[in-house]
């Protein structure tokens, strides 16, 4: 069983996994994970607008991707938080008849987070347990973290998520087509994205969109204000029918200098002014 939070599913994590399910494998045994939600700032720290990289749902989709045979997703509430590291091995590895569990090497768990991976090696000697702690994973001397990836995302430099991340950064939102744009040359369609999912900093980015099986290259302006709602463009957007709410996934390319877009500039400085 791999244990940990695993938002964004990133490099990091996809290498603890590998490593589980190669041990599963080696051993007979079935592929498991656990995850918590919401995350645990939410909880201890009253992060109410915590962003995700991987929503729950979408980090259901790529652990399942992954082979995991079962996930486990424990509720994070202060019952939770407030758990002795004893305790919390007894009634989710014991509990769960984990026979080999991988961390990473910063794994931390129970009250205060006082469980670490030296405790957990520690306890495992007395139990019918193994641990596996899978080393620290970097890129260009810095740690792959979902920390660090929703710094780059925010900074607006999604080029530079696919080296933390394995892929680009991807998000699921419905887009309806407004009657307000008209009498634009271009038909620009509002975008609205599931509040959990962090967006990167206000700006053009050129992205990838999908609809089903339909698939192109498209332009996602994100105003990032109340004013106005952020918009897409691209060849899918054209064929859908105006007024109907149809759900999509972009996927962020890289982010567009406003001087070769002087179509949009004027627009995006008003908005955020």
């Not at 490593?19 to 080696?26: D, M, N, S």
């Not at 910063?106 to 306890?123: E, H, I, P, R, S």
């Not at 759900?247 to 949009?264: C, D, H, Q, R």
Request: proline fraction near 3%.
């Amino acid at each position: 069983m791999a244990l940990g939070f695993f938002d964004g599913v990133h490099l990091g994590h996809q290498s603890l996994l590998k490593q589980t399910k190669r041990i599963a494998e080696k051993n007979k045994l079935k592929f498991t994970a656990m995850t918590f939600d919401p995350h645990p700032n939410e909880v201890i720290k009253w992060e109410k607008d915590l962003r995700y990289l991987t929503p729950l749902a979408l980090k259901i989709e790529r652990m399942a991707a992954f082979g995991v045979d079962k996930l486990f997703v424990i509720k994070f509430n202060l019952s939770l938080a407030s758990l002795q590291p004893s305790d919390f091995i007894k009634q989710y590895v014991l509990g769960l008849q984990a026979k080999h569990i991988v961390v990473g090497f910063d794994f931390t768990f129970g009250n205060k987070a006082q469980g670490n991976v030296d405790y957990l090696q520690k306890v495992s000697k007395n139990n019918a347990f193994d641990v596996t702690v899978i080393s620290k994973q970097a890129h260009n001397g810095e740690k792959i973290s979902s920390t660090l990836i929703r710094k780059i995302v925010r900074d607006g430099d999604v080029h530079l998520v696919p080296y933390y991340m394995g892929h680009q950064l991807e998000v699921k939102g419905f887009v309806y087509i407004s009657n307000r744009h008209k009498h634009e040359k271009k038909k620009k369609s509002e975008i609205h994205i599931e509040n959990k999912y962090i967006l990167p900093a206000p700006g053009v980015y050129r992205v990838e969109i999908k609809n089903g099986n339909k698939a192109c290259q498209g332009l996602f302006i994100r105003y990032g204000s109340s004013k106005r709602n952020d918009e897409i463009s691209g060849q899918i957007i054209e064929m859908l029918k105006g007024g109907v709410a149809e759900e999509l996934t972009v996927k962020f390319l890289n982010k567009i200098p406003f001087g070769s877009m002087p179509e949009y500039s004027s627009n995006f400085k008003e908005v955020i002014k």
